[in-house]
């Protein structure tokens, strides 16, 4: 394995805050009353908390944990659900939070999910859309950045594990390469 490293800036964090308390907005202008928003562990829990601290009003949370990555760089194409929600939807407004829509594979999963469990309606917010890679259709009703097809990390993406913290989005990449 090449030593890879967050070199090249994608989106600084100035960036990333300014579109992400622009998209608190939008999502609160359609829902101004119910607002129930399940995150998906563990890459969108940054997003997440910057996304609520910048939404006024009432908005109550949950969380999902799904798996359709290994521990490298590629898709195993098969989503596994490691944690499901504590609360049942019947008639709840839900909008999914997620950090990157790649495949599309863990979204559709999700979306299917979600919708056959009762909730009045299930919309979807994604920091980042890298659609060259898209296998399935997902609408993304709420969406911060389209990315070009390069592995990012930071800003709660990680690889393996690693990188999570950084408060940007960086491409990984090998350094003498
Ligand atoms: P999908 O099911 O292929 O759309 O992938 C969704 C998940 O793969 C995301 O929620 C991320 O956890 C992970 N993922 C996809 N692309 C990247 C990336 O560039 N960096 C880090 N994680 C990624
Ligand atoms: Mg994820």
Redo the contacts with the bound molecule.
């Keep these: 394995m090449p030593d890879l490293k967050p070199t090249e800036i994608l989106l600084s964090a100035d960036r990333i805050q300014k579109r992400v308390a622009e998209m608190a907005l939008e999502i609160r202008r359609d829902f101004p009353d119910d607002l129930h928003v399940i995150a ?1 562990l563990k ?2 829990f940054v997003f997440l908390s910057d996304l609520i601290r910048r939404m006024p009003g009432h908005v109550s949370l949950d969380f999902m944990a799904v798996s ?2 290994a521990k490298g ?1 590629t ?1 195993s194409g098969e ?1 596994r659900l490691l944690k499901d929600l504590d609360t049942t939807l019947d008639g709840r407004n839900v909008v999914i939070v ?10 559709s999963y999700m979306l299917a999910n979600l919708h056959a469990r009762g909730a009045a309606s299930v919309k979807l917010a994604a920091l980042l859309d ?1 659609y060259e ?1 898209r ?1 399935k259709e997902v609408q993304i009703d709420y969406l911060g950045f389209k990315i070009p097809d ?4 930071g800003y709660g ?3 393996a594990e690693r990188y999570r913290n950084l408060p940007f989005i960086a491409v ?1 990449k090998n350094p003498e390469a």
Excluded: N, P
């Excluded at 997620?98 to 979204?107: A, H, K, P, R």
């Design positions: 998906v890459g969108a359709s990555y760089t898709s989503v997620e950090d990157i829509v790649d495949t599309g594979l863990t979204l890298k890679r296998q390069e592995f990012v990390v993406l990680d690889f990984l």
